[in-house]
C-alpha cells in the first residue's frame, strides 16, 4: 500500500465522525426533537446536517430564530444525544471509531499548553462535548475548540483558525482530520492541509470538497510526535 508522510505543526481534529461515532445516538435525539417539531424530514435533516453547529441546524430545520430559545433548544438537543446514547447498543451509544485509539494514545501526552500538538475542533456545545468524550474514553486537549466559541462555525474557517492558534502555531502548518464536507470546506478556509475520512459521508460527497487525502478512517493515518509537531503518514488505497 503506498504511504505519504508530512511533518505538521499540529493535528486539528473534528470530534463527531472523526473521532467518536455517534450517529445512533444523534438520529435519536432528532426523533425526539419531531415531537416538538412535527415539520421536519430527519432522512433529509441526516443527509445535510452533520459537521454543522447544533444552533445552526436548529435554525435551519426547525426555524427558531429567537437566539435564547435556540441555546435552550440546543442545550435540550445535544442532551437528548446523551440519553439516547445511553439507550443504544447497551449504553455504548458514543464509541470510538476505528483508528482513534492508536492515534490519541500517540498524541495524548502532548495535549497541554502553552504547546499542545493537537487540537479538537468540534460543532457540538461545550456540554456535548466534554460527555461525547468522556463516554468514548477520548483524553480532552487543552486545545479544544466548541461551537460557543466562534462567530461562524464549520464551512466557515473559524474554528480551525482559533484551534491553530490555541496550539500556537499557523493554520498553514496545520493538518484537519475531518468526515464532513462543510469541515473539510472549514479546515480549507483556514488554509490548513486536509485529510477527509469516509466515515459518515458517501465517497462522491467527500470527492467533492477536494481534501488533500480522501482515507475510510483513522485507521489509514499513522502519526508520530516529534520534540516540534507530527509527523503524518497516510496510507493511500492502492
Given at each position: 500500500m503506498p504511504s505519504v508522510t508530512f511533518h505538521v505543526d499540529a493535528v486539528l481534529a473534528d470530534m463527531d465522525g472523526t473521532?467518536?461515532?455517534?450517529?445512533?445516538?444523534?438520529?435519536?435525539?432528532?426523533?425526539?426533537?419531531?415531537?416538538?417539531?412535527?415539520?421536519?424530514?430527519?432522512t433529509q435533516i441526516l443527509s445535510s446536517s452533520h459537521g454543522v453547529r447544533t444552533t445552526d441546524n436548529l435554525r435551519i430545520h426547525c426555524g427558531i430564530t429567537d437566539p435564547d430559545e435556540l441555546e435552550r433548544e440546543a442545550e435540550r438537543f445535544e442532551m437528548a444525544i446523551v440519553t439516547s446514547a445511553s439507550a443504544t447498543n447497551g449504553?455504548?451509544?458514543?464509541?470510538?471509531?476505528?483508528?482513534?485509539?492508536?492515534?490519541?494514545?500517540?498524541l495524548a501526552p502532548r495535549k497541554a499548553l502553552p504547546n499542545p500538538l493537537w487540537a479538537i475542533c468540534t460543532s457540538a456545545t461545550r456540554i456535548y462535548a466534554t460527555t461525547a468524550l468522556k463516554l468514548a474514553g477520548v483524553p480532552m486537549p487543552d486545545a479544544f475548540v466548541v461551537a460557543e466559541d466562534v462567530a461562524q462555525g464549520k464551512p466557515y474557517p473559524d474554528p480551525y483558525l482559533l484551534g491553530a492558534k490555541l496550539c500556537g502555531v499557523k493554520p498553514e502548518n496545520c493538518v484537519v482530520l475531518e468526515d464532513a464536507p462543510a469541515g473539510v470546506r472549514s479546515g480549507q478556509a483556514a488554509g490548513c492541509k486536509t485529510i477527509g475520512l469516509l466515515t459518515s459521508h458517501s465517497r462522491e460527497q467527500m470527492e467533492a470538497v477536494k481534501p488533500d487525502f480522501l482515507v475510510k478512517d483513522l485507521s489509514s493515518v499513522s502519526m508520530k510526535c516529534t520534540e516540534n509537531g507530527v509527523d503524518v503518514t497516510v496510507h493511500l488505497e492502492d
Open positions: 473521532l467518536v461515532d455517534s450517529k445512533a445516538a444523534v438520529e435519536g435525539a432528532w426523533d425526539v426533537f419531531k415531537l416538538s417539531y412535527p415539520h421536519i424530514d430527519v449504553g455504548s451509544g458514543i464509541v470510538l471509531l476505528p483508528g482513534v485509539k492508536a492515534a490519541m494514545d500517540e
